[in-house]
Structure formats: C-alpha cells, structure tokens
C-alpha cells in the first residue's frame, strides 16, 4: 500500500513563498515520475508539475517561472517550491505519480493566499 503524506501549505500573503513537501512509502520511489495536484473549491484536480525519475521537469502554464518541482530519491520526497504565489493559486495540493499508477491519494495540503 502506497503512502504520500504531503506538508508544508498554510497561508501566505500574494507574493509569498511555501514549500510543500511529500514523503513517500510503500513503493519502489525512484522509478516513478511524480506530479503535483491541486484542487480548487468547486474544480477538478489538476496538474501543475512532474518530475522524471531523472530530473527532467514540465509545469502548468499557470505555474511556469514561479514554482519548482524537486525530488530526492534516497529520502523518497517530493518538493514544490512555490514563489510569487497568487490569490489563484489557492487550493489543496497532492502529490501522486505521473500518471496515476497508485491507486490511492494523500491527504494532501491546504494553500491559501490572501491578504
């Protein structure tokens, strides 16, 4: 049984920066490409970021130039960093692999940005 825990969202100001975490287990982590989610109140989950295996990324175009997929393989996390974040980029954030091999979700992370 897969695992993902995702950390690290909260409420920042636009402008402002988070980085989001997610610890993987249960899984062969390292032959995975990885993805963030993110669902908006009302929307459908939607990619923003994957991350090949090795290391080679794609963003949304919503996101592109403002935030940053990493990974590390022998900690099996996934990292988002998010700068510059925008009232619209409010949402819970997922990771999961790209495409959706797991069968299972995490809890995932609240973001919200406003003033």
């Known amino acids: 049984q897969v695992q993902l825990v995702e950390s690290g969202g909260g409420l920042v100001q636009p402008g402002g920066s988070l980085r989001l975490s997610c610890a993987v287990s249960?899984?062969?982590?390292?032959?995975?490409?990885m993805g963030w989610y993110r669902q908006a109140p009302g929307k459908q989950r939607d990619l923003v970021a994957t991350i090949t295996p090795s290391g080679t990324t794609e963003y949304a175009d919503s996101v592109k130039g403002r935030f940053t997929i990493s990974r590390d393989n022998a900690k099996t996390t996934v990292y988002l960093q998010m700068n510059s974040l925008k009232p619209e980029d409010t949402a819970v954030y997922y990771c999961?692999?790209?495409?959706?091999?797991?069968?299972?979700w995490g809890q995932g992370t609240q973001v919200t940005v406003s003033s």
């Open positions: 999961n692999a790209w495409p959706l091999v797991f069968g299972s």
């Open positions: 249960g899984t062969i982590f390292g032959i995975y490409t």
